[in-house]
């Protein structure tokens, strides 16, 4: 049985919780025995987005001895997945963590990469009726180099028809930080963003990345449309 640990990042665990449980359930039914260190916090990705290299370092090193583990690991979240990956080998570059960190980037894999890429699984019986169309988030596309796998996930959801979007690999406008400094723009992108999505007829928005659309779901919700946002986790535990 493949050996599982779970990396919750913050935002799941405090707004998207059911998305986690989601996971697990999706996990289980591939065979996996899945596991989770409650003692988990942050990656520590808006501290060194930020700027804050130090503080990001130390919140990394935690993360390090939180998941000092030959398991695999699995994230609901490209862009912390991404973030792992791609910076913890400058945060500890020359160091006595070097080869943890090597041997942490070889084990972490984004939710729907490790079902396609390793677990090679793609149809879990899921369904769900009604339009989708799938957002490509920038960490899970360009940092991550996840495409197809998700829509190979989507694919298999019975009811589920797939409609692609008006620039899809366009950013959605979050972000992280760039939403907060850069309001007026973030919004702009965004708005854009859901025009291409309710051009296409979708009832559903779906991502690798519940960042996106939590800033997604705040226009949805401003603007009062009639399209919800759901993690590919969440689409893939419907119907059962």
Known sequence: MTRVQL???????????ETGFN????????????????????????????????EAKAVAQKFLRDFH???????????????????????????AQHNEVKWLRQNLFEFTEFLTK?????????????????????????????????????AHVRGLRLIEMEDRETCCGF???????????????????LDHAIATGAQYLISTDLSCLM??????RHRQLSLQVMHVADVLASGW
């Open 215 to 220: 800033h997604l779901e705040g226009i949805i």
């Open 7 to 17: 990396f919750i990042p913050c935002f799941v665990d405090q707004i998207y919780p």
């Open 175 to 193: 972000g992280g930080t760039f939403a907060v400094k850069f309001a007026p723009i973030s919004l702009g992108m965004g708005e854009q963003k």
């Open 69 to 95: 583990t030959s398991d695999y690991i699995v994230a609901p979240s490209a862009s912390c997945t991404g973030f792992v990956r791609n910076y913890y080998a400058r945060l500890f570059e020359n160091s």
């Open 118 to 154: 390793v677990l090679h699984v793609t149809d879990f019986g899921a369904e769900l009726h009604g339009i989708a169309t799938y957002h490509d988030s920038c960490a899970a596309l360009r940092e991550c180099q996840i495409k197809d796998g998700p829509r190979e996930l989507l």
């Open 23 to 54: 996971m697990v359930k999706v996990l289980e039914k591939a065979g996996c025995e899945v596991h989770y260190n409650p003692e988990q916090t942050c990656c520590g990705q808006p501290a060194f987005n930020a700027g804050y290299w130090d």
